[in-house]
């Protein structure tokens, strides 16, 4: 629970980012050392997964789709590129500022 809680704590330093995920709020879910819960970004609709792993001192993201099937795992993540490894496997796309200004009508 106090891993989740930390990583949460991080998520919540850069919530302009973390909301743009689509994330669900009632989602969130305490997993073994981390934290689980769902997005629906524009590259990735489904669950984020988000692990500390204490020998490395460093993090593991893994997304997994709809039907639990694992899509892609991307480890050796620190502290400071959380939040930015996790906004470029969810959400940034190459078109990403014309597909929010079409989307928002900007």
Do not use: C
Not at 11 to 33: C, H, T
Not at 56 to 66: A, C, G, M, S, W
Not at 70 to 97: C, F, M, P, S
């Amino acid at each position: 629970m106090e891993m989740a809680n930390y990583i949460l704590t991080i998520l919540r330093s850069q919530l302009m980012i973390v909301f743009s995920w689509g994330l669900d709020p009632y989602s969130f879910r305490v997993i073994e050392n981390g934290l689980a819960f769902n997005v629906s970004g524009y590259k990735h609709q489904g669950r984020v997964e988000v692990v500390y792993d204490e020998g490395y001192d460093l993090f593991t993201v893994k997304l997994l789709n709809r039907d639990g099937s694992v899509k892609t795992i991307e480890d050796g993540i620190y502290l400071d590129g959380l939040v930015d490894t996790i906004d470029r496997l969810v959400e940034k796309t190459d078109d990403y500022a014309a597909r929010v200004r079409r989307q928002y009508g900007m």
